[in-house]
């Protein structure tokens, strides 16, 4: 554990720590925990320092624990995972599991994330201890084209592990974003290794607003964190959505998904509505959400007729 995690460890119980008492429990000196401070205040953790009393959190945090994570696990993701990794900062933790050993499954989860990806290319924000970030990796013996609707059936997943902390108001965004209220929750990003035609491993990137800080105005699309719902754990949360993500694994894998279709088009936020499809060559198209194929491509009622569209190749905006 580095001297930052080992810090903020102590610090987030949100109760003062004098500069004395965290050197000797971290046994450093004085001056090396001022600058593991200095490198937390860096990741925008708010640190207050009060003299004569010491330093503590503007609100005290819950930082992720595998000791709280893994008996949370139900018995089937027990079978399953290999390992259950929880890193301090990491550029991406779809690219921490795609460069890792192949393992089956594998989890890692991180408080920060410095280069988090997004779908189509685009930055994920990833502030420190704030949210949930978290990829899932799973070998499929079966060729990818053979299960073109995963994408759709992970997104079902993780609403599924939100419906059981009590989020109301949640839908889907074709093929994934996770939606509450009408602003994006969360998104998910799933990346492959693998050749075509064989085995492939695929990580699955979870990110969820759990307590987004006030200060993200970046993010250039309405959003929504968990702040609105009764207080939830984010370890909790993470197991639920461990749970559900290897339970959609499985069912991908013996195919038995129809349920997960039948959510899907439950939860679509655009069924039967006017949307936009914008292609990467910047053209649009314009029609009625149809519905979802069976490889969960999207069916579009347009003037010309049905079109269909997968994803990867087009963007979806309302019309
Ligand atoms: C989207 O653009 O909607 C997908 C966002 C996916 C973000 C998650 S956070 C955990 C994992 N690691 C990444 O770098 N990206 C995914």
Redesign the pocket.
């Known amino acids: 554990m580095s001297l930052q995690h080992a810090l903020i460890d102590i610090l987030a119980d949100g109760k003062f720590h004098s500069g004395n008492e965290l050197g000797e429990k971290l046994n450093v000196s004085r001056s090396a925990v001022w600058k593991a401070l200095q490198q937390l205040r860096g990741f925008d953790v708010d640190i207050h320092a009060v003299h004569g009393r010491g330093y503590r959190l503007a609100e005290p945090l819950e930082l992720l624990d595998s000791h709280t994570i893994q008996p949370a696990l139900n018995a089937q993701t027990q079978n399953h995972l290999q390992s259950l990794d929880i890193i301090f900062d990491v550029d991406?933790?779809?690219?921490w599991l795609l460069k890792a050993q192949h393992k089956h499954a594998v989890v890692c989860l991180a408080e920060r994330?410095h280069a988090?990806?997004?779908?189509r290319g685009?930055d994920?924000i990833?502030p420190f201890a704030a949210n949930l970030?978290?990829?899932l990796g799973w070998r499929f013996e079966l060729d990818i084209t053979a299960m073109s609707s995963f994408s759709l059936i992970c997104g079902v997943a993780v609403v599924r592990a939100l419906k059981r902390f009590g989020v109301a108001e949640l839908g889907l965004k074709w093929p994934n974003?996770i939606i509450c209220q009408g602003k994006k929750l969360g998104?998910?990003?799933i990346e492959m290794r693998g050749e075509s035609g064989g085995p492939c491993e695929l990580v699955v990137?979870?990110?969820l607003n759990v307590r987004m800080p006030s200060s993200m105005v970046s993010i250039d699309q309405p959003w929504i964190d968990l702040q609105h719902a009764e207080s939830i754990s984010r370890n909790l949360l993470a197991a639920s959505m461990i749970d559900e993500l290897i339970d959609a694994c499985i069912a991908c894998s013996n195919g038995h998904f129809d349920d997960y279709l039948k959510d899907w088009r439950d939860l679509n936020i655009y069924s039967d509505k006017p949307v936009a499809i914008h292609m990467m060559d910047g053209s649009i198209v314009s029609g009625h959400f149809s519905d979802i194929d069976e490889s969960g491509a999207l069916l579009l009622q347009t003037s010309d007729g049905l079109q269909r569209f997968t994803c990867g190749e087009v963007s979806l905006r309302s019309g």
């Open positions: 991406s933790t779809n690219a994330q988090g990806r997004g779908r685009r994920w990833s970030t978290m990829s974003d998104g998910i990003l990137g979870v990110g």
